[in-house]
């Protein structure tokens, strides 16, 4: 053998770290790639429910109709995939005062990633699975241009509704007039 062919051949042990680094990188790339898919679906997922949500609220619907039109945009999208589950309303609120209604509406989506142990803050990675949730959130405000119903409803991740009222009913207070005699 010459000295050149010598120089250019690589070991095994090479060819294994190099296939190694190969692998690692490739897997990194489409955890990074899978994570970005999630967001932005789930960004736009968030984005088409507040717009829903927002569109009846103008309309001067109640609480309840609202919810149920920031859940439309649930209906519409897809099922989910084996990396990137269905999207889920997390959090809904409607807070109405006399000036002002503001609707947040929060979506998560879960994600499974195929190298999870290329993760470094496993502090994203949700308990016993391997699952990854992504979560964003939008809000919406607009002047009360409508009298709209004085109900709050307020789901939270635990799943539980729960009804406030915060429209203050005036007090209605007994009307005394000496003049009247019984």
Do not use: W
């Not at 995939?81 to 959090?91: A, D, H, Y």
């Amino acid at each position: 053998m010459t000295q050149q062919q010598a120089k250019s051949s690589f070991t095994v042990l090479d060819l294994v770290v190099g296939v190694l680094i190969l692998c690692i990188g490739l897997f990194l790339m489409v955890n990074c790639v899978i994570l970005a898919m999630a967001q932005e679906y789930n960004r736009s997922i968030c984005k088409e429910s507040i717009a829903l949500a927002a569109t009846a609220a103008q309309e001067g619907r109640s609480t309840l109709e609202v919810h149920k039109a920031a859940y439309r945009a649930m209906d519409r999208c897809g099922i989910g995939g084996f990396f990137v589950r269905q999207p889920t309303l997390s959090i809904f609120a409607d807070e109405i005062s006399p000036e002002l209604r503001t609707i947040t509406i929060a979506t998560t989506t879960s994600t499974m990633v195929p190298a999870p142990f290329l993760i470094a803050d496993r502090s994203v990675i949700d308990g016993n699975s391997s699952l990854i949730n992504v979560r964003s959130s939008c809000v919406f405000k607009l002047s009360n241009p409508k009298n709209c119903q004085g109900s709050h409803i307020f789901l939270g991740p635990d799943g539980k509704v729960s009804p406030v009222f915060l429209q203050k009913h005036p007090e209605i207070k007994p009307q005394i007039n000496p003049s009247v005699k019984k």
